[in-house]
T-cell receptor, first 111, second 114 residues
Framework: NAGVTQTPKFQVLKTGQSMTLQCAQD?????MYWYRQDPGMGLRLIYY???????DKGEVPNGYNVSRLNKREFSLRLESAAPSQTSVYFC??????????FGPGTRLTVL | GESVGLHLPTLSVQEGDNSIINCAYS??????FIWYKQESGKGPQFIID?????DKRQGQRVTVLLNKTVKHLSLQIAATQPGDSAVYFC?????????????FGKGTKLSVIP
């Protein structure tokens, strides 16, 4: 099993550009999550999907949208990137009320 | 404010010694706790978890202790090795219908001195 995979690994955007971060898991997990991690900070939840067909806001949802495409895939979209969105983005998945499994991350820089 | 925090942001330990990483939480309703290890440039990796009906749980070279009275969590690593050098995060969760959110602390950086 590949676990949780994310693409791309690195991305540089200019302010105002848009992009979609992709995430997929092959563990048949119901729930999926998107976090951001800033230097010296813990992970902050952006959005999550408790099950296929549902999405909910986390702690820091402004400036982002998500799509739970199917049970395996959960994408994060930045419609108009801002420098404040420079961060490392992690996708995670789990069966409810158990440990979350994380992907390797996407390092995003917005100029 | 943040409900999960750490007493020590950095910890240096001699190889072979035991390490203890501490975490305080403020939400008494939290009933599930996880420790993650994050190596540089990688995603967090699950180490061990504990539910609130336990006060101790052991894994391979790691032990998690939970003190609900003072809302304190600790991770003990026995015979610390250079490969243990990483940032360690604690996270808490409130289980129950609709509760999926983990709250993470800022992390403690563990440096192992050879």
């Amino acid at each position: 099993n590949a676990g949780v995979t994310q693409t791309p690994k690195f991305q540089v955007l200019k302010t105002g550009q848009s992009m979609t971060l992709q995430c997929a898991q092959d563990m048949n997990h119901n729930s999926m999550y998107w976090y951001r991690q800033d230097p010296g900070m813990g992970l902050r939840l952006i959005y999550y999907s408790a099950s296929e067909g549902t999405t909910d806001k986390g702690e820091v949802p402004n400036g982002y949208n998500v799509s739970r495409l199917n049970k395996r895939e959960f994408s994060l979209r930045l419609e108009s990137a801002a420098p404040s969105q420079t961060s490392v983005y992690f996708c995670a998945s789990n069966l409810a009320y158990n440990e979350q499994f994380f992907g390797p991350g996407t390092r995003l820089t917005v100029l | 404010g943040e409900s999960v925090g750490l007493h020590l942001p950095t910890l240096s330990v001699q190889e072979g010694d035991n390490s203890i990483i501490n975490c305080a939480y403020s939400n008494s309703a939290s009933d599930y706790f996880i420790w993650y290890k994050q190596e540089s440039g990688k995603g967090p990796q699950f180490i061990i978890d504990i539910r609130s009906n336990m006060d101790k749980r052991q894994g391979q070279r790691v032990t998690v202790l939970l003190n609900k009275t003072v809302k304190h969590l600790s991770l003990q690593i026995a015979a610390t090795q250079p490969g243990d050098s990483a940032v360690y995060f604690c996270a808490e969760n409130i289980s129950g219908a609709g509760s999926y959110q983990l709250t993470f602390g800022k992390g403690t950086k563990l440096s192992v001195i050879p």
